[in-house]
């Protein structure tokens, strides 16, 4: 059993650039982002006890992620409905599979709810978490979120027909895959879709920049949907425990995640699972040509720059914004990171080989984000090869990327139905280019 301090009892979060500015769940949840630009991050990371983590193959994923949940919320909400936000929000499944058999390599599949992406399980439980706090005929919450791909399909899915709610997601044009696009902008109701004439961090510093103006805080409830909220990243750590779960019960242990990074949000929930107690061996931060965070491992000298566009578009990230999280979670200390986190970085030259050769070895379909995550796997074993279960992260369904594939690999992709009923549909967007104060009136003119 897990016993908290007095103190400890309620469930309360800090700025990661000032300590003593604290605040309860639900305001994180709605401002997103403190008034001084950092991050908000519990103030206490409660572990799990281990009789928990010695049975946890016992119990399902729903199980798991109350479990986490509950005990990281504590008093934020209360239990019952924490279950049946769980129920609503997770109703998928995120299996573990062997690449082969009597493998030891393995990848998580997190593609299988709606939108098809991982980010499901963050986008769907943020909106159910708002939707309670919510109360009727509120004032309305203005919801921003910049996307590189994947993001905005979850969340436009997640707050679809939410009461007392309007979704503003800001995507670079060209730099989303078709199928993404009309998960954006097919929706109508309360989702609109801004087309902005720049890169993903131009979509990012939008929304920092929403948030940090008087006059839209004024006249505006403004929260955001990226993963700098926090509780983005909470649903994050249940299938990394689910995970385990799942590797527990066919007996294998020494645990290594290589977690496909763009913004660093998946790679920072892994953490704090690890922080909670989660057995894990090794993390792998594997990323495209967009290298911060590989390089800062490896300099010690943190330097963001301009993104660049590949075929992983949802890691084209040049300034990853979870990373402060990361830094905040091990207290600056670069290297008890580096104890813990590897990272590697792929061109897309190496990306297609590898879905290439994905395929040809074992007849499995990944999408380019899957593949570069398998790549990192790959070096990181022939640096440290050693016995234990190695997995990667499969963040989306290889059918949103179908002009990555040689022909004979797309022919084997299946199609689901939400992706058929998209074709055809009318995509509705608003053009802009990175102009905060053409950004501002858009937002005013809600009104």
């Not at 399902?60 to 019952?80: C, F, H, M, N």
């Amino acid at each position: 059993m897990t016993h908290l301090k007095k103190d400890q009892t309620k469930m309360k979060l800090y700025s990661t650039n000032n300590k003593d500015l604290k605040v309860d769940f639900a305001t994180a949840v709605f401002n997103s982002m403190p008034l001084d630009k950092g991050l908000y991050m519990p103030v206490n990371i409660p572990e799990l006890d281990q009789e928990f983590i010695d049975q946890i193959d016992k119990f399902t994923l729903s199980q798991i992620a109350y479990k986490v949940g509950s005990l990281l919320l504590r008093d934020a909400i209360p239990l019952e409905a924490l279950q049946s936000i769980i129920d609503d929000a997770i109703d998928f499944v995120a299996p573990v599979k062997p690449l082969k058999e009597d493998s030891d390599t393995y990848v998580l599949e997190l593609f299988h709810g709606p939108s098809l992406a991982f980010k499901d399980f963050g986008a769907r439980f943020m909106s159910r978490i708002m939707a309670y706090y919510l109360k009727d005929n509120e004032r309305m919450l203005d919801v921003l979120v910049a996307t590189s791909g994947d993001t905005g399909g979850a969340v436009a899915l997640g707050f679809l027909g939410v009461p007392n709610t309007r979704v503003t997601i800001l995507y670079p044009k060209g730099k989303v895959s078709d199928i993404q696009e009309l998960q954006l902008c097919t929706n109508g109701e309360n989702i609109h879709a801004i087309e902005v004439d720049g890169t993903f961090d131009d979509c990012q510093n939008l929304v920092k920049l929403a948030f940090a103006d008087e006059e839209l805080k004024k006249n505006l409830r403004l929260t955001s949907a990226n993963s700098i909220n926090i509780s983005r990243l909470i649903p994050q750590t249940f299938y990394y425990f689910n995970a385990y779960a799942q590797l527990k019960r066919q007996g294998k242990e020494n645990v290594v995640f290589s977690v496909p990074s763009g913004n660093f949000g998946n790679l920072a929930a892994g953490l704090l699972a690890y922080k909670m107690g989660l057995p894990v061996k090794q993390f792998i931060a594997a990323t495209n040509i967009n290298d911060t965070v590989p390089r800062f491992l490896e300099t010690g000298i943190y330097e963001t720059k301009p993104s660049v566009q590949t075929y992983a578009n949802a890691m084209d990230v040049g300034a990853p914004s979870n990373w402060v999280r990361i830094m905040d979670l091990f207290d600056y200390d670069t290297e008890a990171i580096k104890d813990i986190v590897t990272s590697y970085s792929f061109t897309d030259e190496e990306t297609l080989q590898a879905i290439k050769d994905i395929y040809e070895k074992f007849s499995y379909v990944a999408c380019p984000h899957t593949a570069i995550a398998w790549l990192a796997l790959e070096k990181y074993g022939i640096e440290a090869p050693e016995s234990g279960a190695k997995v990667f992260l499969s963040t989306a369904h290889a059918c949103k990327f179908p002009d990555i594939f040689p022909d004979d690999i797309k022919a084997e992709i299946e199609i689901p139905e939400q992706v058929k009923d998209l074709i055809g549909k009318e995509k509705k967007a608003t053009s802009m280019d990175v102009s905060f104060d053409l950004f501002k009136q858009f937002l005013l003119n809600y009104k």
